[in-house]
C-alpha cells in the first residue's frame, strides 16, 4: 500500500482483506475507489453493492459506507479522497462543474459505475501517472497530478451523463427486511428509533434485529442512528437559520444535552461551534 497525503490522500493498489477494512465510516471529504480485481460487498449510504474488477464507487462527503472484501478472493483497489476545495472554479462553461457527478451522485443515489473492459486501461493508466508524477517528485508533479485527477472526473462525468454504461443497481446481498428498514431509519429519523420499534417494524425478534444489523451492515444499530442523526444534523446546521434546538428535534435527539453530547462525540465540537466554522469558511 502506499500511500499520498499531498495534493490528496492517494491509496495506490491497496489489497484489502476482511481483517484491514475499517468498519463504518463517514468523513467531510469526498471519497473515488477502483476496484482493480477481487471480490466484496460495499455498503453506502443504505444500499449495498458487489465489488468487482473495473468498478467505480463515488462516495461524497458525509456518507456512511463500508468496504466488505471476500475472505478468498480479496479487493485490490486504488482509493482517491479529496476535498471540494482542490477542485478548479469554473470559469469557461458555466453548464458544467467537475463536482456535477457528485452532485448527480447524491441526487440519483447511485454510487456506482461498472466500466466496460475497454474502458478500463484507461483509468488504470491515469491512475499509475498520478502515483509515478508524485512518487518521482519532478518539477510541477503536484499540479500534474491533480491535473490527471480532474481528467479522471470528467471522463467518469462524461460516461454516466452520456449513458454508456446502465447504471448499476444494488445487489441483492442484504435480506429484505434490512434493505426497507434502512430505507425507513433514513425516512423516520425525527422519530424515536428504539430497537424494539424497528424490530416490530421488521416482523422480527428484537434479537434477531440486532445481530443480522450489524452482520449485514458491520455497524450496530445505535451507531448507524446516531451517525445519520449526526449527518442530517450537519446538514441543517450548514444549509438553514433553524435554531439549535429545532434542528436537535428535526433529528430525533431526545433533549438538547443528549444532541449536544453526541454531536461533540462524533464532530469533537459544538453544533454552534460547527456552525460557526462553517459560515467563517464560505466568507
Known sequence: MNVIVFPFSFVFQDQKSPQKELS??????????????GKGTFFIGEFFYDMQSGDVFLIPNNTIHRAMPDQGDPIMSTIIFFS?????????????????????????KNYKISLPPEKQPKIEEQLLRIYQEITENKLGSKHASLLIFHQIMLD???????????????????????????AYINDHLSEPL????????????????????????GIGLIV????????????????????ISHIAELCGFESMPHFHRIFKKYMDRTPANYRKEYRKSQI
Not at 24 to 34: A, F, L, N
Not at 158 to 172: G, L
Not at 225 to 242: F, G, P, Q, W
Request: with cysteine; hydrophobic share 35%.
Open 24 to 37: 463504518d465510516h463517514m468523513h467531510d471529504y469526498y471519497e473515488i475507489v477502483y476496484v482493480y480485481s
Open 194 to 217: 428504539t430497537l424494539t420499534k424497528l424490530a416490530k417494524q421488521s416482523l422480527v425478534s428484537p434479537s434477531h434485529f440486532s445481530r443480522v444489523f450489524k452482520e449485514t451492515t
Open 84 to 108: 471540494p476545495t482542490l477542485i478548479y472554479n469554473n470559469f469557461v462553461d458555466d453548464s458544467f462543474s467537475y463536482l456535477h457527478l457528485f452532485d448527480a451522485t447524491k441526487k440519483d
Open 224 to 243: 448507524y442512528v446516531n451517525t445519520k442523526r449526526i449527518i442530517k444534523a450537519k446538514e441543517l446546521l450548514s444549509e438553514t437559520n433553524y435554531t
Open 156 to 182: 467518469l462525468c462524461r460516461i454516466r451523463m452520456n449513458n454508456e454504461q446502465n447504471m448499476s443497481e444494488s445487489t441483492t446481498y442484504s435480506l429484505d427486511w434490512i434493505r426497507d428498514i434502512l
